[in-house]
């Protein structure tokens, strides 16, 4: 049971604040600002209570999403309510900022009626709720130029016009029902990897968490199928033929996912609702079928005036590509960071099969052989576009029935760096 | 955020409501109320409008109207004569054809929180339960619960309650649900709807049909269920088992409570479940939202502590990842300890020392006290790493590292040799008290092991004037006092000189007093004193990390899935074992978690028999010593003050030499308080004096 659900800028203005159940003070949205901003480093944030009433938040775009309850509530449902809730804000008001909610206030207020009812969660499927919505959503999009650069002269199809821009899929999923216009569907295949690399250079750890994440604009689909890897398999002992099976260990899919097809010919068949839902989740660990994207060869030493001398040589594994050749050395720049004690060294885009070195000189006081051992670990975050750790690939899409009006189909693959540690 | 020009954005927007030309342009006049709302929502008072308001309630455009019903609902308790106005707005709404607006009337109607409106509201709302369309159904359900609450005494008609009962197989689910809701606020103090046989197997039947909130509350309610027969269990848990390996993680944690509670006497069944559920609770460890991490890696210590082995070959999950937040960070090392086994113990340790370098300090520490005590099972290469770390000279890792070694000598007494050796020369890196009081303890206890205790001590003694913190000053006199029992001709001088200062000069009154206690103390003859001082050096019994027996599920089933895994402290308190008897001091960080846990004023009547007032004395000044130091208080009656503590000091000495030559039958009561309850603290601080007690009085017979 949720009393109250608020949400907060980081600075602590007050955004959307309503209240279910009724009895709750004024001061309440002021009590967990206070709470939160003296919390110190260490501890959870995720629970707070005061007297008898606990803050359970989160916090997505910059905001605080807080719902208020009682000790009792489970916090998975809390937590996954405040999750879901985010998530429909950003496929109703087109992103997730403080702007955006700012903006779209009215558009929150008639959503979390239908929502949530006397505190009791009603509903949260956006098929359910574009019946009851009303309010149209408000966007800011600056004008900009990328927008006319897609239609190609003649009306022809251009190049870029077969490239989904990035900002396309960050537009709020009503505005596709009176404008007519662009009815599209976004597939993505999203991992994120978890590597932990010894100093010796030995993987020690490598986690998968995958998801394929639909996103659907249309204003109606009756059926979607999506055919993964004919040679994808699940779990450890499954392993078909000698050719480079793509195996997840774990799997599971939405509910709303028909397997029939499944287990024949790795098809998944779905009807999409509106805004963005997650299909399949699975995950792998410790055996990944690819090596790995990054290796990075540190040399640490100490130079005789006293100084620290980092030599990176970072190796980037993934295939090259073939017709793109970077000749000159890519942006890069390097920054040491006093506050938490870090150099952070940053390569705007990274061919594969390059490698790229870079030596840090640094002046420490008073160092000592000690000291060294201190040094590290090398933290990676990256993103890399058009690839999946697990190989898994969408083999095709089909939407039936074949949907009047041109509809276009995205399928995009990123991976992320959830962790991606070397031990130096 | 009040503004500061509140009072003439409500003159300009009263002025703009009640200008007709707004009024009659439908868009000026929806995007007028805009504004309204969003100068209320930032915290605007705008109450004021409360008539203008309820003039706009009256139109066609159902934007304008739920924009105005959020308005209203604010305000409505401030206005109740106005808000009557609303009410025949909202009536008439009740009869729209559309049922989008009856839902929404509804709604609102019981939102608006007025105790004199509940006659107008009570005839549309049993038409609402009869509605043809689902979503006006469900609207009236729960409006029946909201009337209820808004006036608990009155009886709601036994027709309804009926009803609702019968609406329980209304075709749509999240009406059932809302039934279930709704029955369970307005027949609480009956205990509740009535789960009987029948509505169980109805709603465990339906349970597929409803999304996941709607599951996760019927599974909640079910818990209260009893099965009649075996049979009858294994069928319903049969039916939940799917539920229980759900990828949603509130459908998956209700199934396990439900589970818990229903095959509560058959353990067997409970540890299968936990089994079962601990591939999806894994995945939700690695959930994209931190925060569910966060929820399930508490809940993970939860299962632990009934099956210890279970993640086992899943450590590598419980790594933590570079950029999480440091109280993630804690609970996965506490996790990562209770998983060590002899395959992965090599891996854990290598990782967690990759920790103890963290940026963040207390990340730092939390590791190495995870190291210290993985140390109680695998004592070498814990030590060898501790060592290692001690070479870095860093303050916060030096002091968290003695802190961790003088835990780990009291309950693995073995290690002493490796620790009296590492010691060496640490005194000059560390900064804070408690690593100091550490250390200090170390060199008391073990003083003869360690070479330059005399001259570690004397740099110390020379420097008490500007000394600040009343526990080292304690703890000073304590170990100089133990040094000196083992080797006096080093220490005899020192000693002089501390005791001068503390009871000629020292302001404060514990320090005083213990000073003035240890002279007495040494006046009774050096046997006495080794009698006292020299208690126990360890206590094994508080156990290896290994083969430690599974505690049994119904201790914690009962706080899973509540937010209470996941408050400070709850977890806190049950990792911490730590602690030397002579240390009451618990914890170790300043803003103790425990205190708020286990914040117990205490009580204490010693009758302790005949010989030696000063063995009772010697007692309660360690009480009271460790009442201002630690976190964790252990007062005599709340806040004594020194001369109060004299005096009843005085007065037991008068106790005791009236008493003196009887045997009297030997007893002490303790009084605790304790808020919140919390049985795990409440044990572990029992032992603790227990073991005090004990050693004081060891060699007494």
Redesign the interface.
Known sequence: MISQVFILSSK??????K?FR?GAGNDIVSIFYEKVTAL????????M?HKDI?F???RQGGLYWVAT?T???????I?????RLAALVKDYCGSLSEKSVQMN??LI??LL?EIV??G??????SDVLK??I??EAVTSRPFSLFDLSNVGLFGAETQQSKVAPSSAATRPIQSSREQGGKSEIFVDVIE?M?V?I?SNGLL??A?V?GEIRVKCYMPSCSEMRIGLNEEFSIGKSQLRGYGAAVRVD?C????AVRLDEFDSHRILRLCPSQGEQTVM?Y?L??DLPSALPFRLFPTIERDNGGRLLMYMKLRCDLPPKSLSQELSSPDQSAELKPQ???VVWKIARFAGGTQLSALFKLEVPSL?S??M??V??V?L?FELPKITATGLQIRFLRLSPIQPGPSQRWVRYVTHS????I?I | ?PYLGGEETVRELRRALSNPNVQSDPLRYRNTI?KV??TM???VDVSGLFSEMVKACATVD??QK??VY?FLC?YA?LNPELSLLVINTLRKDCQDPNP?VRSLAL?NMTNL?LPSLVEYVEQPLTAGLRDRAA?VR??AV?GW??LHNLHPSSEIDAAVVNELYSLLRDPDP?VM??CL?ALEEILKEEGGIAINKPITHHLLNRLKEC???GQ??VL?VLQRYRPQSEDELFDILSLLDSFLVS????V???TLSLFLSISSNLPVISLAALERVS??LL??C?S??R??R???V?HIQLLLRSVPGLLGP?Y??F??????P???K??KMQVLVELVNDENVA?IL??LK?YC?D??T??AQ?AISAIGRIGRSYSDRCLQILT?LL????DHITSAVVQTMRDLVWVCPQCSDTVCLALDGCEETLQDIQGRQALLWLLGVYGERISTAPYTLEVLIDRVRSEASLGIKMELLTATMRLFLCRPAETQDMLGRLLHYCIEEETDMCVRDQALLYYRLLHCGIEKTREVLQGRRSDPSLGVLIGRPAKPVSQWARCF????????GAVEAESDSRGSPEHVTYNSKP?ADLSDTLSCSHIEEVHSGSDSAMRCSDSSTNVLASSIAAPLSLSLSPAVSPEDFEHLWLQRQALHTERGAEKIEEGIKVILNQQPKDDDALRQFLTILITVLNTLSSEKD
């Open positions: 602590g203005d007050h955004l959307i604040y209240d009724g110190t480093g260490d501890q959870p944030p995720v629970v209570n606990y359970v938040h989160i309850t000790a009792g509530s489970s916090p998975f449902t937590t996954e309510f405040l999750n206030f009215a207020y008639e009626d009812d006397y009791y969660i009603q509903t949260t499927s019946n009851f009303q309010t994120r978890t932990v010894g020690m750890k986690d968490e774990e599971s899919f939405h509910q989740q995950q660990s410790d938490s004690r870090a000592s000690a000291s051992l201190e590290g670990p933290g975050s959830d962790s991606y540690t031990r | 955020m805009l709302i969003r929502s930032q915290g159902v934007v739920k924009l959020v604010s308790t989008m709604r929180r979503c469900r609207v729960l619960a909201k999240v649900v809302n809701r999304d996941i909130w996760s509350e909640r990828p949603h993680p509130p998956m944690a209700a591939g999806p995945a939700a690695g994209g939202s925060e569910m966060f929820a399930a508490c899943h590598k999950r790594f933590c990842g570079y950029a999480e440091a109280y993630i804690e609970r891996m290598d990782e990759g370098t940026v963040n207390d990340t939390a290692g070479g870095l000279k860093q899935n509540t937010l209470e895994p996941l408050s400070q803003n």
